[in-house]
């Protein structure tokens, strides 16, 4: 018989250039690759529709998503209110599958008496309460840091709705321990994140400029990012790049009097591919333990030597994958040791030997598809 799945989605899964619509779109595609029929439910914001995405799915809807003052006058999270619509929960009740809610963000109806029946499975991308914190902390503007500490307060007061999956889909080892102890009656299972590589791709040899990357539009990444510029690439006597999408004019300014330090705006997926495979090195620091870095997950598939901070790797299992290095000073002499060594092919495939299967899309596909369909 036939398999099918609604997918809710908190934003349009394409194009898969950030962060859990990455995870989102390639689970998909991974599902789809088992014969999955999957019923797409996506709210649209600040993306296009795409309709690269029929070729995967068997139907896809789209919901407007309601921002702005009157959404985030509600008790609820604003990002949970502001995707609620009777459009969806109609369209839900038309049949009688599973429900996939990715990430909190998705799960207004995850607790409605009229889905009762129905499996339901949450996907966790983060421990929300805990990241609007640490986005709080980021944040040098009044009116967004305060946004971010009563969101903050609203997720931890409505995570108490998850009791009402059946099975939770962890990113990481820490984030599963955290549920474990806050439900300790659900099925809960570590499923580290879907990503866009079935294959190691990293080069062999050695380069000559060092690289950070992610969404720069992000609190957290601006403050990662003006901490490297600052304290670690302004003080290396290499060529560094800074790759990321929505760069604010802070960082920008500030990259701008060092002429070693250079920005790639909105680069494109290929220019991307190209800088991750290129680079000697990827600095990658973060500073709040939230989750699982994709960009991390991407950098030791497809790149060279990783420089990675506790943080970055917590909760991961990747850490064996990095140098680690958590202070400015150890940065810097790791740099200046890595920038001689080129990677060979035999350090690569041991990489490789390491990865497969635990992070291999193939594998975590076909253990979704047995939880969803093959366990009671």
């Not at 806050?182 to 050695?206: C, L, R, V």
């Not at 997950?297 to 140098?323: D, K, P």
Request: hydrophobic residues 40%; neutral net charge.
């Amino acid at each position: 018989m036939d398999k099918y799945l609604n997918i809710i989605s908190f934003n349009i899964p394409w194009p898969a250039n950030y962060g859990g619509i990455i995870d989102v779109f390639y689970k998909i595609k991974a599902l789809h690759q088992l014969g999955v029929k999957i019923i797409l439910h996506c709210f649209e914001y600040e993306r296009p529709q795409a309709p690269e995405l029929e070729a995967l799915c068997e139907k896809v809807y789209y919901y407007k998503r309601h921002t702005g003052i009157v959404a985030n006058m509600t008790l609820l999270p604003y990002n949970v209110y502001s995707r609620k619509s009777p459009e969806l929960i109609a369209n839900l009740l038309k049949n009688e599958y599973p429900i996939l809610f990715e990430g909190l963000h998705s799960c207004y109806y995850i607790n409605d008496p009229r889905l009762k029946n129905r499996k339901k499975i949450y996907r966790e991308s983060n421990i929300e309460h805990d990241y609007f914190r640490h986005l709080a902390i980021a944040e040098k503007n009044l009116i967004k840091k305060t946004f971010f500490l009563v969101e903050a307060f609203r997720f931890e007061k409505y995570q108490k709705v998850l009791k009402h999956a059946d099975l939770m889909l962890t990113v990481s080892t820490s984030d599963t321990e955290y549920l474990q102890k806050a439900f300790p009656d659900k099925s809960i299972e570590y499923m580290p994140s879907f990503h866009p590589n079935d294959q190691i791709t990293a080069q062999p040899g050695q380069s000559d400029f060092i690289l950070y990357h992610g969404k720069l539009s992000v609190a957290e990444n601006t403050q990662a990012a003006l901490f490297l510029v600052k304290h670690v690439f302004s003080q290396l006597p290499y060529t560094c790049m800074i790759a990321g999408m929505n760069p604010p004019a802070e960082l920008q300014k500030v990259i701008a009097y060092h002429p070693n330090i250079h920005l790639e705006a909105n680069p494109s997926k290929e220019r991307m591919n190209q800088l991750t495979q290129e680079a000697q090195i990827h600095v990658l620091i973060t500073f709040q333990a939230t989750g699982l870095k994709l960009k991390l997950l991407n950098s030791i598939f497809a790149g060279r030597h990783i420089v990675a901070n506790h943080l970055m790797t917590a909760g991961s299992g990747l850490e064996q994958f990095c140098h680690i290095a958590d202070t400015a000073d150890e940065i810097i002499r790791t740099c200046n040791q890595l920038m001689k060594q080129p990677i060979d092919e035999t350090s690569i495939q041991q990489r490789e030997n390491l990865l497969f299967p635990a992070f291999s899309n193939k594998n975590q596909g076909e253990r979704l598809y047995q939880l969803i369909y093959e366990k009671s």
